[in-house]
Each structure stands twice: as C-alpha cells, then as structure tokens.
Nanobody, 125 residues
Framework: QVQLVESGGGSVQTGGSLRLSCEAS????????MAWYRQAQGKEREEVAA???????FYADAVKGRFTISKDNAKGFLFLQMDALKPEDTAMYYC???????????????????WGQGTQVAVSS
C-alpha cells in the first residue's frame, strides 16, 4: 500500500496563499498519477489537480489560474501551491495516487487506489 502524508494546511484570509506538501516516495511519484482532491463539509470529494508521470498537468475549472500542482521526483514529494484563496476553497485536502498514467485528466475519486489522511484548509472572508 502506498503511504501518503500531507502537510501545510491552515487558516488564511481571502486572497491569501498556502502551499500543501505530500510526502510519498521517489518510486510512487515516478510511476503513479499524483493528484489532489478536496472535500468540504457535507459535500462529496472533488477533483482539484493532477500531475502525470511525464509531468503533464490537469486542473479542475474551479482552481485554474489560482492553484499550481508540482512534484519533486528526486525527493518523492507532491505539492499544491494555492494562491488567491476564496472561502469556497475551505475543505479537507487529500493527496492521492493512481497507478499509471492520468489519461489526460484528473481521475475521479472512485478511481483512486491510495489516499493520504488529509490536511485542513480554512479560508475566512
């Protein structure tokens, strides 16, 4: 089973920034589609962004232009830089890994094999 450990969540005001990190391993980030998801209280888990084995990047429409996904293959980390945060970005954010390629999009949550424990992000107005 893949181990994924998120960090970097917190509380910020509207317009602020946060950088989430997910510690995986070099093996995982170079062989899995790596992605971020979020789940607000009372809502279903939703796609945020994904980065493919070859570095291809995909975003959900709600975060395009504000969030940036990246990874460090050598160190085995996944990142999510979140700028221009809005109250509607408030959620638990999860790191995820799906074996193989992303197939040109952010995988649906039901397709994901492995999840981290999540890190909370709260944006106040």
């Amino acid at each position: 089973q893949v181990q994924l450990v998120e960090s970097g969540g917190g509380s910020v005001q509207t317009g602020g920034s946060l950088r989430l990190s997910c510690e995986a391993s070099r093996y995982v980030v170079t062989r899995y589609c790596m992605a971020w998801y979020r789940q607000a209280q009372g809502k279903e888990r939703e796609e945020v962004a994904a980065i493919d084995i070859d570095g291809g990047i995909f975003y959900a429409d709600a975060v395009k232009g504000r969030f940036t996904i990246s990874k460090d293959n050598a160190k085995g980390f996944l990142f999510l830089q979140m700028d221009a945060l809005k109250p509607e970005d408030t959620a638990m954010y999860y790191c995820a890994a799906d074996w193989g390629t992303c197939y040109g999009r952010v995988p649906r949550p039901a397709e994901i094999d492995d999840w981290g424990q999540g890190t909370q992000v709260a944006v106040s107005s």
